[in-house]
């Protein structure tokens, strides 16, 4: 084991009570403190892996590692898990349910027997975290969508978890939430936290992810640097995903002599600042394009 691994997912194979198949075969590892997207269409396992990764569910065959020991499923061993590793399911009205925003953030807190004093500090620091202070006596019904997940997010980082899983977390947040939870998320990861997130949209894994884990009918099929995505056209397309919008337009940018062939830009900004570079433009430009130019002058 790599000594940065932090979680190891080993051949986990998990069948339903309805036999119907989770995960089949699943392999991949998630090193510490980097971000992770898994990304796969609709079925393809992500919130199966995530409810295996914090011991919600337990593999029907292999195994999962956490520092390389096995997973202990005892009463004791789930609770440590637990504390180290944090879901925010996809629904947060599946997470949610006391009165109140503080009730809900102080009640990890609470079961891990810390003073009232200790409790009140950490629901402070996770609800600032998320944006949420002075937000803490509002009831939780009169919450919107977007300050649900918000709150759902505190109650786990109050746990102060180094791992950190979050199941489809833009959807549903308009594109300003969208930002919002970007930057917590940012904060997350500059302080040390490894993330895990389900999601389907690649052109958002692409952008975000330092690791994209591909999953397609319950296997981890590729796993692979974000940057090096534009290299796995085959792989995405045998998941089911397109290549990323802003990937799709450099190549043809660069195939039409407007840019000049190099690192893909991981973004529209990227992408937008290179055209704005003349210079770059220029010398990306092929004899044809010239040659276009110069007989339509
Ligand atoms: N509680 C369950 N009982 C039976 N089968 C289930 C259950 N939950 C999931 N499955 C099946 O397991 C497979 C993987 O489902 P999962 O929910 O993990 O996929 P997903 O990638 O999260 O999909 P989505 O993008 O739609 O959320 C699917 O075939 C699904 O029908
Ligand atoms: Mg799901």
């Excluded at 998990?14 to 119907?20: K, L």
């Excluded at 006596?137 to 950190?164: D, N, T, W, Y």
């Excluded at 970007?182 to 500059?190: E, G, I, N, T």
């Excluded at 936290?193 to 397609?216: C, E, M, P, Q, R």
């Amino acid at each position: 084991m790599a000594a940065d691994v932090l979680l190891e997912v080993q051949a986990v194979g998990h069948v339903y009570a309805d036999d119907s198949h989770g995960l089949a075969d699943c392999s991949l590892a998630i090193c510490r403190g980097s971000r992770n997207a898994l990304l796969g269409a609709n079925g393809s396992g992500k919130t199966t892996l995530l409810l295996h990764l914090n011991g919600l569910l337990q593999p029907s065959s292999g195994c999962i590692r956490i520092d390389g020991q096995p997973l202990d499923y005892s009463r004791g061993g789930l609770a440590a898990l637990r504390r180290r590793v944090g879901l925010v399911f996809q629904n947060p009205d599946r997470q949610l349910f006391s009165a109140n925003v503080f009730e809900d953030v102080s009640f990890g807190p609470l079961n891990l027997g810390l003073d009232e004093a200790s409790v009140r500090a950490r629901v402070a620091q996770a609800l600032a975290a998320v944006g949420m202070a002075g937000q803490a006596e509002r009831p939780v019904h009169h919450l919107s969508f977007g300050q649900k997940k918000r709150a759902c997010i505190a109650g786990v980082l109050a746990m102060q978890p180094e791992l950190l899983l979050l199941d489809e977390p833009m959807a549903g947040l308009d594109p300003g939430m969208q930002d919002d939870l970007l930057r917590v998320l940012d904060d997350l990861a500059a302080r040390g936290i490894s993330i895990v997130l389900a999601t389907h949209d690649v052109d958002f894994a692409y952008g975000w992810a330092d690791d994209i884990h591909l999953l397609a009918a319950g296997r981890c099929t590729a796993s692979f640097a974000a940057a090096q995505l534009p290299l796995q056209e085959a792989a995405l397309r045998a998941a089911g995903q397109p290549l990323p919008a802003v990937v799709t337009l450099h190549q043809a940018l660069v195939a039409h002599g407007a840019l000049p062939a190099g690192p893909v830009p991981r973004g529209m900004p990227q992408l937008l600042a290179l055209l704005a570079m003349p210079a770059a433009a220029e010398d990306g430009m092929n004899e044809t394009a010239r040659a276009s130019q110069r007989s339509a002058a």
